[in-house]
């Protein structure tokens, strides 16, 4: 009597696994019909039960009908994003059940390479096919300027293929551009790891982002430090140490690496007006003016080195004027005419460094007003109209009292 009853169980237990492998089976051709719907949730059943959940295979279908899906969805979309990600989560899944060796049978499978321009029914939709739709989308979203999808389904690729610097360095500078600076660091920092990948632009970003973003000099200039390791010749990390060096303070580090800068690139611009500020900021006026205007002729349409250019004129003649303010009536008598001349001569020689300046920058309220004053100080009649015209355009006829 035992023997029987344990024969019948062995009956029941081979036909509810037979059932199972029978809705695996369906599951197996409403994908390849197409009926995508059907399939999902026939395959999902199959993942519920016992009998065929922990069969790799059965989640490797799931992932392949997710692809196809993913592949069809025109909408490009969040929910197709997400489509994505479980197709991904899938594909995972079944190379964990087979020890994630690609070369097991399952392995294979996943990571099957999809000949380019194959009918529907030969496509292997295996995670290259994922991958490769993941790419379509993220051109035609980028080309179609929709930003935020883009950098989804490029940010999708990049966790398809870690490998894929190209994903990554695109996910990255979208995410960048979209203020995401996190996301964007995490591929910034992935890239930077990869030994034989040129990362020189990666590193640019990411130290921007963690000067400028995220206010830390500090961890900027650790980056700063090893991106020169790797790329010592470059002229655009010697800019940014320089930076860095003056947001933290440390003027003497900073003089010393400017200089190291200058020797190996006498006309940067941009390195001969940090090393103005730097003698500016120790007291030297004239070596401070004297590198300002090197800038300037370094490159004559770099904004900066005429502001600044501009501005220590401005500066040394209020200064002159401030002390014939302090003169006594009988040193006044004596020298205050010289020295309003001086200080009146030092304002025409701002006039060509801002006029370039609002040349360059025909927006800035702020230089028009600077040109306003100085030509008002120097009876320049018909400027004082001229830009008290801009003046008025810009803010209203009542901007002086703005």
């Given at each position: ?329 009988e040193e006044w008598e004596k020298n205050a005419p010289t020295m309003t001349k001086q200080a009146e001569g030092l304002y025409a020689e701002s006039v060509p460094y801002f006029e370039k300046g609002l040349a360059l ?42």
């Amino acid at each position: 009597m035992k023997k029987v009853i344990l024969s019948m169980a062995l009956v029941a237990f081979a036909t509810v696994a037979f059932a199972q492998k029978k809705v695996v089976s369906s599951a197996e051709k409403n994908f390849k019909k197409g009926d995508l719907e059907l399939a999902l949730s026939e395959v999902d059943a199959a993942l519920e039960n016992p009998e065929t959940k922990d069969n790799p295979e059965t989640p490797l279908l799931k992932a392949r009908i997710l692809t196809k899906k993913f592949g069809q969805d025109s909408s490009n979309v969040a929910s197709t994003v997400e489509t994505g990600r479980n197709a991904l989560e899938q594909f995972n899944k079944a190379m964990e059940m087979s020890g994630n060796s690609m070369e097991s049978k399952i392995g294979k499978e996943v990571y099957k390479e999809e000949i380019p321009d194959l009918p529907e029914n030969f496509k292997p939709y295996s995670i290259r096919t994922l991958k490769n739709a993941a790419f379509e989308k993220a051109i035609k979203t980028y080309e179609n300027d929709d930003m935020e999808m883009a950098y989804e389904f490029f940010n999708l690729m990049s966790d398809i293929d870690p490998t894929d610097t190209t994903s990554s360095f695109n996910a990255g500078y979208i995410a960048n551009d979209l203020g995401k600076y996190e996301d964007a660091k995490k591929q910034f920092f992935k890239l930077i790891e990869i030994k034989e990948y040129n990362k020189l632009s990666a590193y640019y970003l990411l130290i921007q982002i963690i000067s400028a973003e995220d206010k830390n000099p500090e961890e900027a200039y650790k980056y700063v430090t090893r991106a020169r390791a790797d790329y010592p010749e470059d002229k655009t990390l010697s800019e940014f140490e320089v930076q860095l060096l003056l947001q933290m303070n440390k003027m003497d580090e900073a003089m010393a690496s400017v200089k190291e800068a200058l020797a190996a690139d006498p006309n940067n611009a941009g390195l001969l007006l940090r090393y103005g500020y730097l003698l500016e900021q120790s007291g030297d006026m004239a070596g401070a003016l004297e590198q300002y205007k090197k800038s300037v002729v370094a490159d004559p349409n770099f904004f900066e080195g005429n502001y600044y250019t501009g501005a220590i004129f401005l500066d040394q003649a209020r200064e002159i004027l401030s002390k014939i303010n302090d003169l006594s009536d009988e040193e006044w008598e004596k020298n205050a005419p010289t020295m309003t001349k001086q200080a009146e001569g030092l304002y025409a020689e701002s006039v060509p460094y801002f006029e370039k300046g609002l040349a360059l920058r025909p927006d800035n309220g702020e230089i028009m007003e600077i040109l306003f004053n100085v030509h008002t100080r120097l009876k320049n009649t018909a400027e004082v109209e001229k830009y008290n015209k801009m003046l008025v355009a810009k803010y209203g006829a009542d901007w002086m009292e703005k």
